[in-house]
């Protein structure tokens, strides 16, 4: 069925490296250099992420796209928040390699406060 959807979900493996912070940022990246303006990553065992959810992240990432930057009206990234203070998925818009390496740089992964570091890791300068 055609959704109108001008995204093309993908599978792939991910990268050979134990930080999954590594992982994440390999596989948006490789997105971007297949042409894709934003990506999207869930995890395999996220069993109910659907196309509808990559579709919310893509909408707040192309809001305000074309917005100054510095004025911090444009999102870079999205998390899509888990109850166990992870998340459930990532997607980011190309060209914020940067705020991907603050966004996971020394995060202590699956602990209560997952996203917050993440998320505090987004918003350093």
Request: hydrophobic share 40%; aromatic share 6%; charged share 25%.
């Amino acid at each position: 069925e055609d959704t109108g959807s001008k995204h093309v979900p993908c599978v792939r493996a991910q990268a050979d490296v134990d930080d999954l912070g590594v992982r994440m940022t390999e596989a948006l990246r490789e997105a971007f250099s297949d042409g894709a303006d934003v990506a999207c990553i869930a995890g395999t065992d996220i069993p109910n992420f659907c196309a509808a959810h990559a579709e919310q992240c893509f909408a707040l990432l192309t809001q305000g796209a074309d917005v100054d930057s510095s004025r911090g009206c444009a999102v870079d990234v999205v998390f899509g928040p888990a109850r166990d203070g992870g998340f459930y998925c990532v997607a980011a818009r190309r060209g914020v390699d940067e705020a991907l390496r603050r966004a996971f740089d020394g995060v202590q992964w699956s602990t209560p406060n997952t996203l917050e570091c993440c998320l505090a890791g987004c918003a350093r300068e």
